[in-house]
T-cell receptor, first 112, second 115 residues
Framework: KQEVTQIPAALSVPEGENLVLNCSFTDSAIYNLQWFRQDPGKGLTSLLLIQSSQREQTSGRLNASLDKSSGRSTLYIAASQPGDSATYLCAVLSGNTGKLIFGQGTTLQVKP | DTEVTQTPKHLVMGMTNKKSLKCEQH?????MYWYKQKAKKPPELMFV???????INESVPSRFSPECPNSSLLNLHLHALQPEDSALYLCASSQGTSGYTDTQYFGPGTRLTVL
């Protein structure tokens, strides 16, 4: 059974810092991996999607990497801003079930 | 247009009420999903529709009844809910032309409170 783990559960950093969020998954049979952002009480916004054949994706200050063989992904946020404060969810699309399996999320607070 | 819309934004209902949640997309997607998200937990899949047919039901209680009247619209009919069903209900859609391997686009959700 696919399990997705995100570390840390919560993170507080001063504005301007570069930071890394970690995601690990137990089954390497995945179609893709997505990083989402969720603001309190709101829906999910897709940030980056990495297909299983890719190693990384970049969008603005965000860079996500994927190492399928080791079951790991990282989301790198450069020059963090208070507006980046949110919960970040990692999700893998299982190659066995076709279902999107989410991690528990990392709640990020960027202090001015 | 990469938007999935959901109505209503908030819903409060009693345990004897019947209500419906609505989800709409105009991206030509052929797969649509319902997720349930409890506070401080990740979303959990409830149902998947592919080409307007129910393809996945994650053993959801029958008090939740999904319906896909056409390729753009997805409903979730609610009846005799319990207080523990209070949650954020999220709808998503994806192209669906190659199984479920495409990006899923999520709506803003409906915040449901059952009294």
């Amino acid at each position: 059974k696919q399990e997705v783990t995100q570390i840390p559960a919560a993170l507080s950093v001063p504005e301007g810092e570069n930071l890394v969020l970690n995601c690990s998954f137990t089954d390497s049979a995945i179609y893709n991996l997505q990083w989402f952002r969720q603001d309190p009480g709101k829906g999910l916004t897709s940030l980056l999607l990495i297909q299983s054949s890719q190693r990384e994706q970049t969008s603005g200050r965000l860079n996500a990497s994927l190492d399928k063989s080791s079951g790991r992904s990282t989301l790198y946020i450069a020059a963090s801003q208070p507006g980046d404060s949110a919960t970040y969810l990692c999700a893998v699309l299982s190659g066995n079930t076709g279902k999107l399996i989410f991690g528990q999320g990392t709640t990020l607070q960027v202090k001015p | 247009d990469t938007e999935v819309t959901q109505t209503p934004k908030h819903l409060v209902m009693g345990m004897t009420n019947k209500k419906s949640l609505k989800c709409e997309q105009h991206m030509g997607h052929r797969a649509m999903y319902w997720y349930k998200q409890k506070a401080k937990k990740p979303p959990e899949l409830m149902f998947v529709y592919s080409y307007e047919k129910l393809s996945i039901n994650e053993s959801v209680p029958s008090r939740f009844s999904p319906e896909c009247p056409n390729s753009s619209l997805l409903n979730l009919h609610l009846h005799a809910l319990q207080p523990e069903d209070s949650a954020l209900y999220l709808c998503a859609s994806s192209q669906g032309t190659s199984g479920y391997t495409d990006t899923q686009y999520f709506g803003p959700g409906t915040r449901l409170t059952v009294l």
